[in-house]
């Protein structure tokens, strides 16, 4: 049984009576001429045995041969790509097969170098993965601790990436992750390092740091690189990014701690507007395991019908009538109470969830303004805020569709909210997007204009029928400065374009006066009435009747 398994392994057929060794040896493995298919077969299983037994160079494996009869012989071969097989038997019972596999050891080092960095590196951008940059950190901190010395962690994450996923597709956002990899790479010195640890987030490891400050000027210098724009597919894209420092051994003396307490800063970057950068703080913690506790009770918030809407009304400023209504959302929590959007939606806008609740404030507003019509109340428009995210769906059009027919609700009736910044992200789609929901009969707004880009361009390319002034110009118009200025400007601007112009926050006898001098339309803010239920707000329907059809 040995002999027949180490023939087989070798190529060699059985011997048989009257068969000489030589050849036997000439049959199985003269390939010299490229000719005999046993003797390729040989060569083949001898590079198999060695792959599979992890040999080396001049190992030996040695073949039990129980036929007497065979004669001495020693005799060499060499195979095509240049491996030499020498067989030799010895004392008529052993044939030892050494394979000098110089060439062959050389194929299989470059594949277990190939697979040691795919198995370090990210496949899409080459960069360090999350398993190599542990180690890094893991062994910077060791020569920190030796030396006296410190070292930074940065996480970053780009800005609001998603968006470009999804309006641009999957293709163009993994070109874009490359090209922020190699801007990346152009910020930083020979010994840092930088990482992707996945989807849009980066990390960066420096070294060798004196003081906190130099990990500041390196998170400047990245924020200015990639605010360049991005030459992608004939289009030139822009993003910015979020970074959270953690400094060792001021903020953690391992790894995982610093990489956490960065990720933590990161947030707090996102949350104070994103496109800057944070150093950790230990009040960070706080703030992170609120906001890990909000990201899980939001989405049981979502399925456990814990969010209402509040309506505001609009009022016509010269008649007192209401006109319309803005839905507000509201989060009922059972130990919370009643949450504002400002402390939730940051967070369900980085989690993913800000577009499932934005399509179910569109289609509970929806249905709301029919009971009330179908209540015979005075009729009244009813605007709802659209995110970015919510803007940018494929399918957005479609969504409003649906809700509007599945409800039976006239299109008219529908007023849709949208900052000017999510407008000028990507004018020529966001021209289609409005000129479909126009041609269906839904009105639409700027939402706090003159916050943001302010160009009177877009307010002819896009079918816009409302402008809403910041609450922020309404405040300080009894100051006499700038804002009422601009906020003059703005009411006669709306009124030379045909455009209805609301003013947001009048909160005074004051300002409904400035605001009834300039011919502002309407207004909407706690000198009429603070956001109420559905309930509340029909008894002021029918208190303050309707504007006239």
Not at 354 to 377: H, M, N, S, T, Y
Not at 504 to 517: A, T
Request: charged content about 25%; overall charge negative; glycine content about 6%.
């Amino acid at each position: 049984m040995k002999k027949r398994r180490s023939d087989g392994e070798f190529g060699h057929d059985p011997v048989k009576p009257g068969v000489t060794h030589k050849r036997r040896g000439s049959a199985s493995v003269a390939v010299k001429n490229g000719h005999s298919r046993q003797g390729r077969s040989l060569i083949s299983n001898a590079k198999n045995l060695l792959l599979r037994e992890e040999l080396v160079a001049e190992r030996e494996a040695a073949v039990e041969v129980r036929e007497k009869r065979l004669s001495t012989l020693e005799d060499e071969h060499s195979d095509n790509d240049g491996h030499l097989l020498r067989l030799r038997q010895a004392n008529s019972h052993l044939v030892i097969a050494t394979i000098e596999a110089h060439k062959l050891t050389e194929e299989v080092q470059a594949a277990k170098s190939k697979l040691h960095h795919l198995a370090h590196h990210d496949v899409l951008t080459d960069l360090p993965n999350r398993m190599l940059l542990q180690d890094r950190i893991g062994q910077a901190i060791e020569l920190a601790h030796r030396q006296g010395r410190k070292l930074a962690v940065m996480f970053m994450d780009l800005d609001r990436f998603k968006n470009i996923n999804d309006s641009l597709g999957h293709a163009v956002g993994d070109q874009l992750l490359q090209s922020v990899a190699q801007c990346l790479m152009t910020c930083v010195r020979h010994s840092d390092t930088v990482s992707r640890q996945g989807g849009d987030e980066f990390l960066l490891l420096l070294p060798f740091i004196e003081q906190a400050e130099d990990a500041a000027l390196s998170a400047q210098k990245i924020l200015t690189a990639l605010a360049l724009p991005h030459h992608i597919g004939g289009c030139d894209l822009h993003i910015s990014v979020s970074i959270g420092i953690s400094i060792y051994p001021d903020d953690a003396d391992d790894a995982e701690s610093l990489v956490k307490n960065a990720d933590t800063a990161m947030y707090y970057a996102k949350e104070k507007g994103r496109n800057n950068y944070q150093f950790f703080s230990a009040d960070m913690n706080v703030r992170a395991v609120e906001r890990q506790l909000i990201e899980t009770s939001l989405r049981a918030a979502l399925q456990g019908g814990q969010f209402v809407l509040h309506y505001q009304p609009k009022v016509n400023l010269d008649s007192g009538v209401i006109t319309g209504a803005e839905a507000l959302l509201r989060w009922i929590h059972p130990e919370w109470g009643m949450v504002y959007p400002a402390r939730f939606m940051p967070v369900a806008e980085d989690c993913g969830l800000i577009v499932p609740i934005g399509r179910w404030v569109l289609r509970e507003a929806c249905e709301q303004a029919k009971r009330w019509i179908d209540a015979g109340l005075p009729p009244l428009s009813i605007a709802v805020n659209i995110s970015a995210l919510e803007f940018r769906q494929s399918d957005f059009f479609e969504e409003v569709r649906t809700i509007l027919d599945d409800i039976g609700l006239d299109a008219s009736v529908l007023e849709l909210e949208i900052t000017e910044s999510v407008l000028m992200r990507d004018t020529e789609s966001s021209a289609a997007i409005l000129n479909n929901l126009k041609n269906m009969g839904v009105q639409l707004a700027v939402d706090d204009f003159g916050t943001g880009y302010s160009s009177l361009s877009y307010l002819k390319k896009f079918p816009i029928d409302v402008l809403k002034i910041d609450k922020s110009f309404v405040d300080d118009i009894a100051s006499g400065n700038d804002a009422s200025a601009i906020a003059g400007a703005v009411v006669g601007m709306g009124n030379n374009l045909k455009l209805k112009v609301i003013a947001e926050g009048v909160e005074s006898k004051l300002q409904l006066d400035f605001l009834q001098r300039q011919h502002c339309e309407e207004g909407q803010g706690f000198l009429f009435s603070r956001p109420v239920a559905a309930e509340e707000f029909a008894k002021l329907l029918q208190a303050h009747g309707s504007k006239k059809s």
